[in-house]
């Protein structure tokens, strides 16, 4: 079945960095779109940034410059690159395949100032 699992989140100070990682099997990777989205408390899940099979990537304006979506398709896993991070940045992290409309469990990334 399809698998999204997440890794990488923790705890960070305002301007550091964190690299967050899913690994995907049961879906064909190499031409899947791929996604991060984030939900912080009391908030609606939004997306940060997602990617092409042929890695076109899109950024949320409140991102864009400081974060880096990437993928390896011989890994099977899509990387965010976050830097410069802000106490704002503080959510669950989710990954999206978006043509098995699947979903990681989530990561939490918590910045303090």
């Known amino acids: 079945q399809v698998q999204l699992v997440e890794s990488g989140g923790g705890l960070g100070q305002a301007g550091e960095s964190l690299r967050l990682s899913c690994a995907a099997s049961?879906?064909?990777?190499?031409?899947?779109?791929m996604g991060w989205y984030r939900q912080a408390p009391g908030k609606q899940r939004e997306l940060v940034a997602n990617i092409t099979r042929i890695g076109y990537a899109n950024y949320a304006d409140s991102v864009k410059g400081r974060f880096t979506i990437s993928r390896d398709n011989a890994k099977n896993t899509v990387y965010l690159q976050m830097n410069s991070l802000k106490p704002e940045d503080t959510a669950v992290y989710y990954c999206?395949?978006?043509?098995?409309?699947?979903w990681g469990q989530g990561t939490q990334v918590t910045v303090s100032s």
């Open positions: 999206n395949a978006a043509q098995y409309n699947a």
């Open positions: 049961g879906i064909i990777f190499s031409l899947s779109f």
